[in-house]
C-alpha cells in the first residue's frame, strides 16, 4: 500500500515532483522513489511512496522491466498475484522479486488494458512505455483504491493518488467546481469523474485511461458491473456453507502479507465475521481494534469484546469523547483530502491511529452492506409501496403535519429520524427515492442551500440510474456504485492511510462479489430480515446476539457535537468567507439550519459538517472560489 504521483509534459522538470511527493508522504512512510525519461518531445516522470508489505526488499518503486522498456508506480495489493505470475512463467517471463509490483509490471508489459480484468485485489497504478511513449492508468473494480489526474495545457497529463497531491502541480486548476459542490452537498461526497476542483478528475472504479502523442483517452471500462439477477433451487443452507467457505477462501487471500495483520472489529455482523475466519488463519492471537463512545446509543464496545473473547484475538480499545475529538480534530481533517462530510471520519481515524500502533495491515468487513443487504433503507421500500396505498390527503396533511413537528433525539438514527426521512422523501421511483434517502439535503433544501442545483438528482448520479435493474439486487449496485466507492472506501482509505496503515475489505474480493450479485434478492432481504443469508451463513461461527442484535452504523453524535464542542467551529464557518462571496452557497439557508439544530425540529447536522470541512479545507489549501 502506498501513493503516487507522475506526469508528462512538453518541460523537463523533474523538481515539480517533490512537492506532489511531500503531500502524500503519510501514505508509503518507509520510502521514496522517482523515475524519469524522454520520449521525443514530451517529459515523462513518476514519483512513489512506499508502505513496505510485500517483498520487503525486492518491491521498491517506481520499478522497470530488465530492458527499460516499462515504468510502473503502483498503490494497493493483488492477490491472486501468484496464479498470474505461474501464468506468465510458463511465456517465459523470469521474475527478479517476490512481490505483485512486478507481476502487474510484466502482465501489463505483456498484455497492457487487456490484462485489467484478470486482476483480483484493489489498485491504482500509472505505467509509462518508453518504447512507444505512451501512459496507462487503471483503477480496481470496486473503487478501494483512489487515482486522481487532470490534463495539461500543452497536452501533457498529470496525476496523483490524493487531490491535494494533484493540486501542487503548477498546470492544474485551483478553482473550485459549482457541479461537484452541488453532488458534495447532496450526499456527503463527490462522485467521480468530478472533483471538487475545476479540472482535476477522479478516474471511475473499473476503468482505465491511456495517454499518447499528447491526447489523453476518454476513461473506458474494463468491467462493467451488472447484477444479474437468477432463481436459485438450491436450498439456503447449502448457500450458506457455500458463502462461508467463499468468504473464508476471501480472508485467506488478504491475509498474504511480510509483516502482521489485524482486523477492525466493530462487533457487528461484518467484522465478526472476518475476524472469526481471520483468527482461524493465523498462527497467533490475532490483533483487532475498535472504538468505544460515551454515548451508548452508538456505542458498540461490549459486542466487540464479547467477539474477541470469543475468538481469542488481542483485543484493543480507545474510547471517543468529547475532549479526544478536539484533541484529533484538526489534524484529522488535515490529512482528509478532498472534503468528504461523513463524519465517522473522525472515529475511523482514531481507530487507524490505534491499529497502526501495532499492526501495518488489517482487514475490515466494508461492502457487507452493499452486497448483503444490510441497510434498513431496502426493507423501506416495501413499506414506501404500502404507504402509497394510504389515502393521499392522509399522506400528504396529516402524517408530514405530524412529523413535521416531532423534535428529534441525539441517539443514533431516532424513530424520529426515520420517520420524517420517510415521509418527506418515499415519492419517487425506487432509484431515485434511494438516493433521496441516503442524501444529506433533499430537493428544496439543496437548491436553497446551493444556488447552482437545478435537478431533481444531481447529475453524476442521474447518470447511476440508467440501466439499473428494477429490483433489489437493482438498489444494492446503485450503492455499490455510488456510495460505496464515493463515501465508505474513500473514508477508509483517507483515515487509514494517513497513519500509514492499509485497510483490505474480503467482503469486496472479486469472487465474492461476482457470486453475490447473482443470487436472488431474497436471500439478501427476507421477510423483512437483512444479511439473510450472510447470517445463515454465520450461525454457528458467530454468537447468536451478534448475528441477531439491531444493525448500527459506526457513526459520531454529530447533533448534540455541534451544538458542544464543534460550535465555534460551525460558527467560523459561517463568518464571511469566499464561499458565500462567490455566490456558490447560500449563506442565509444555511444559518437557517444552524437555528435549527436548537429546535430539533429538522436534521440539517450532516450538512452543516459538510460545510465546516469544505470551509476549513478553502481555507487550508487557498482555493479560487
Same mark, same amino acid.
Given at each position: 500500500?502506498?501513493?503516487?504521483?507522475?506526469?508528462?509534459?512538453?518541460?523537463?522538470?523533474?523538481?515539480?515532483?517533490?512537492?506532489?511527493?511531500?503531500?502524500?508522504?503519510?501514505?508509503?512512510?518507509?520510502?521514496?522513489?522517482?523515475?524519469?525519461?524522454?520520449?521525443?518531445?514530451?517529459?515523462?516522470?513518476?514519483?512513489?511512496?512506499?508502505?513496505?508489505?510485500?517483498?520487503?526488499?525486492?518491491?521498491?518503486?517506481?520499478?522497470?522491466?530488465?530492458?527499460?522498456?516499462?515504468?510502473?508506480?503502483?498503490?494497493?495489493?493483488?492477490?491472486?498475484?501468484?496464479?498470474?505470475?505461474?501464468?506468465?512463467?510458463?511465456?517465459?517471463?523470469?521474475?527478479?522479486?517476490?512481490?505483485?509490483?512486478?507481476?502487474?509490471?510484466?502482465?501489463?508489459?505483456?498484455?497492457?488494458?487487456?490484462?485489467?480484468?484478470?486482476?483480483?485485489?484493489?489498485?491504482?497504478?500509472?505505467?509509462?512505455?518508453?518504447?512507444?511513449?505512451?501512459?496507462?492508468?487503471?483503477?480496481?473494480?470496486?473503487?478501494?483504491?483512489?487515482?486522481?489526474?487532470?490534463?495539461?495545457?500543452?497536452?501533457?497529463?498529470?496525476?496523483?493518488?490524493?487531490?491535494?497531491?494533484?493540486?501542487?502541480?503548477?498546470?492544474?486548476?485551483?478553482?473550485?467546481?459549482?457541479?461537484?459542490?452541488?453532488?458534495?452537498?447532496?450526499?456527503?461526497?463527490?462522485?467521480?469523474?468530478?472533483?471538487?476542483?475545476?479540472?482535476?478528475?477522479?478516474?471511475?472504479?473499473?476503468?482505465?485511461?491511456?495517454?499518447?502523442?499528447?491526447?489523453?483517452?476518454?476513461?473506458?471500462?474494463?468491467?462493467?458491473?451488472?447484477?444479474?439477477?437468477?432463481?436459485?433451487?438450491?436450498?439456503?443452507?447449502?448457500?450458506?456453507?457455500?458463502?462461508?467457505?467463499?468468504?473464508?477462501?476471501?480472508?485467506?487471500?488478504?491475509?498474504?502479507?511480510?509483516?502482521?495483520?489485524?482486523?477492525?472489529?466493530?462487533?457487528?455482523?461484518?467484522?465478526?465475521?472476518?475476524?472469526?475466519?481471520?483468527?482461524?488463519?493465523?498462527?497467533?492471537?490475532?490483533?483487532?481494534?475498535?472504538?468505544?463512545?460515551?454515548?451508548?446509543?452508538?456505542?458498540?464496545?461490549?459486542?466487540?469484546?464479547?467477539?474477541?473473547?470469543?475468538?481469542?484475538?488481542?483485543?484493543?480499545?480507545?474510547?471517543?469523547?468529547?475532549?479526544?475529538?478536539?484533541?484529533?480534530?484538526?489534524?484529522?481533517?488535515?490529512?482528509?483530502?478532498?472534503?468528504?462530510?461523513?463524519?465517522?471520519?473522525?472515529?475511523?481515524?482514531?481507530?487507524?491511529?490505534?491499529?497502526?500502533?501495532?499492526?501495518?495491515?488489517?482487514?475490515?468487513?466494508?461492502?457487507?452492506?452493499?452486497?448483503?443487504?444490510?441497510?434498513?433503507?431496502?426493507?423501506?421500500?416495501?413499506?414506501?409501496?404500502?404507504?402509497?396505498?394510504?389515502?393521499?390527503?392522509?399522506?400528504?396533511?396529516?402524517?408530514?403535519?405530524?412529523?413535521?413537528?416531532?423534535?428529534?433525539?441525539?441517539?443514533?438514527?431516532?424513530?424520529?429520524?426515520?420517520?420524517?426521512?420517510?415521509?418527506?422523501?418515499?415519492?419517487?421511483?425506487?432509484?431515485?427515492?434511494?438516493?433521496?434517502?441516503?442524501?444529506?439535503?433533499?430537493?428544496?433544501?439543496?437548491?436553497?442551500?446551493?444556488?447552482?442545483? @437545478? /435537478?431533481?438528482?444531481?447529475?453524476?448520479?442521474?447518470? #447511476? &440510474?440508467?440501466?439499473? %435493474?428494477?429490483?433489489?439486487? $437493482? =438498489? *444494492?449496485?446503485?450503492?455499490?456504485?455510488?456510495?460505496?466507492?464515493?463515501?465508505?472506501?474513500?473514508?477508509?482509505?483517507?483515515?487509514?492511510?494517513?497513519?500509514?496503515?492499509?485497510?483490505?475489505?474480503?467482503?469486496?474480493?472479486?469472487?465474492?462479489?461476482?457470486?453475490?450479485?447473482?443470487?436472488?434478492?431474497?436471500?439478501?432481504?427476507?421477510?423483512?430480515?437483512?444479511?439473510?443469508?450472510?447470517?445463515?451463513?454465520?450461525?454457528?461461527?458467530?454468537?447468536?446476539?451478534?448475528?441477531?442484535?439491531?444493525?448500527?452504523?459506526?457513526?459520531?453524535?454529530?447533533?448534540?457535537?455541534? @451544538? /458542544?464542542?464543534?460550535?465555534?467551529?460551525?460558527?467560523? #464557518? &459561517?463568518?464571511?468567507? %469566499?464561499?458565500?462571496?462567490? $455566490? =456558490? *452557497?447560500?449563506?442565509?439557508?444555511?444559518?437557517?439550519?444552524?437555528?435549527?439544530?436548537?429546535?430539533?425540529?429538522?436534521?440539517?447536522?450532516?450538512?452543516?459538517?459538510?460545510?465546516?470541512?469544505?470551509?476549513?479545507?478553502?481555507?487550508?489549501?487557498?482555493?479560487?472560489?
Amino acid at each position: 500500500m502506498c501513493g503516487f504521483v507522475g506526469f508528462v509534459q512538453r518541460t523537463r522538470a523533474l523538481e515539480q515532483l517533490s512537492p506532489m511527493l511531500r503531500r502524500i508522504v503519510h501514505r508509503g512512510p518507509d520510502g521514496e522513489g522517482a523515475w524519469s525519461a524522454s520520449h521525443g518531445e514530451w517529459f515523462a516522470a513518476l514519483g512513489h511512496r512506499r508502505l513496505a508489505i510485500v517483498d520487503i526488499v525486492g518491491g521498491v518503486q517506481p520499478m522497470s522491466t530488465p530492458d527499460g522498456s516499462t515504468h510502473l508506480t503502483y498503490n494497493g495489493e493483488l492477490y491472486n498475484f501468484p496464479a498470474l505470475r505461474r501464468d506468465l512463467e510458463k511465456l517465459g517471463v523470469e521474475f527478479n522479486t517476490r512481490s505483485d509490483t512486478e507481476v502487474i509490471l510484466r502482465h501489463c508489459e505483456t498484455h497492457w488494458a487487456g490484462g485489467l480484468s484478470a486482476f483480483n485485489g484493489m489498485f491504482a497504478f500509472a505505467l509509462w512505455d518508453q518504447t512507444r511513449g505512451r501512459l496507462l492508468l487503471a483503477r480496481d473494480r470496486v473503487g478501494i483504491k483512489p487515482l486522481y489526474y487532470a490534463n495539461l495545457a500543452d497536452g501533457g497529463i498529470t496525476f496523483a493518488s490524493e487531490l491535494t497531491a494533484l493540486l501542487q502541480h503548477p498546470g492544474v486548476s485551483r478553482k473550485l467546481s459549482a457541479a461537484a459542490v452541488e453532488s458534495y452537498f447532496f450526499s456527503d461526497y463527490v462522485p467521480p469523474p468530478l472533483s471538487l476542483v475545476d479540472g482535476a478528475n477522479k478516474l471511475p472504479p473499473g476503468h482505465y485511461l491511456e495517454w499518447e502523442g499528447g491526447r489523453a483517452s476518454a476513461p473506458r471500462p474494463y468491467f462493467r458491473f451488472s447484477p444479474s439477477e437468477s432463481p436459485s433451487y438450491t436450498r439456503p443452507e447449502a448457500l450458506a456453507a457455500d458463502l462461508w467457505s467463499r468468504l473464508g477462501a476471501a480472508v485467506e487471500r488478504q491475509m498474504m502479507s511480510d509483516v502482521p495483520v489485524g482486523v477492525f472489529l466493530s462487533g457487528g455482523i461484518d467484522s465478526s465475521c472476518v475476524a472469526t475466519l481471520a483468527q482461524q488463519y493465523s498462527d497467533s492471537p490475532l490483533r483487532t481494534f475498535s472504538i468505544a463512545f460515551d454515548d451508548p446509543t452508538f456505542d458498540e464496545s461490549a459486542h466487540a469484546r464479547e467477539v474477541a473473547r470469543r475468538i481469542g484475538s488481542a483485543h484493543v480499545e480507545e474510547r471517543l469523547s468529547k475532549a479526544r475529538l478536539i484533541d484529533v480534530v484538526d489534524v484529522a481533517l488535515s490529512r482528509l483530502d478532498e472534503p468528504l462530510a461523513d463524519p465517522s471520519y473522525l472515529p475511523t481515524f482514531l481507530v487507524s491511529q490505534l491499529a497502526a500502533s501495532e499492526v501495518k495491515v488489517v482487514l475490515g468487513g466494508d461492502g457487507g452492506d452493499e452486497v448483503f443487504g444490510g441497510y434498513p433503507t431496502y426493507r423501506a421500500h416495501e413499506y414506501a409501496r404500502l404507504y402509497r396505498a394510504l389515502p393521499k390527503a392522509i399522506r400528504d396533511r396529516a402524517m408530514k403535519a405530524l412529523v413535521s413537528r416531532m423534535p428529534e433525539r441525539d441517539s443514533y438514527q431516532s424513530l424520529e429520524w426515520k420517520m420524517k426521512r420517510f415521509v418527506q422523501r418515499w415519492d419517487d421511483d425506487d432509484g431515485r427515492r434511494h438516493l433521496r434517502w441516503m442524501s444529506n439535503l433533499d430537493v428544496d433544501d439543496l437548491r436553497a442551500g446551493v444556488p447552482s442545483a @437545478r /435537478g431533481v438528482i444531481p447529475m453524476p448520479f442521474e447518470s #447511476a &440510474l440508467v440501466g439499473l %435493474p428494477e429490483s433489489l439486487n $437493482g =438498489l *444494492l449496485a446503485l450503492d455499490f456504485t455510488t456510495y460505496l466507492p464515493g463515501s465508505v472506501l474513500t473514508k477508509v482509505d483517507r483515515a487509514s492511510m494517513a497513519h500509514g496503515l492499509e485497510v483490505r475489505p474480503p467482503m469486496l474480493d472479486n469472487e465474492i462479489v461476482d457470486w453475490a450479485f447473482r443470487l436472488p434478492s431474497t436471500m439478501k432481504v427476507h421477510r423483512g430480515r437483512s444479511k439473510f443469508l450472510l447470517k445463515l451463513a454465520a450461525r454457528g461461527h458467530v454468537s447468536d446476539e451478534i448475528i441477531d442484535r439491531k444493525k448500527k452504523g459506526f457513526g459520531i453524535p454529530l447533533r448534540a457535537w455541534l @451544538r /458542544g464542542p464543534l460550535r465555534p467551529r460551525l460558527m467560523r #464557518a &459561517l463568518e464571511p468567507s %469566499p464561499l458565500w462571496a462567490s $455566490g =456558490l *452557497l447560500h449563506r442565509e439557508a444555511f444559518l437557517g439550519w444552524a437555528r435549527r439544530l436548537e429546535t430539533r425540529t429538522g436534521d440539517y447536522s450532516k450538512a452543516l459538517w459538510a460545510l465546516i470541512v469544505l470551509d476549513e479545507w478553502v481555507r487550508r489549501e487557498a482555493l479560487d472560489v
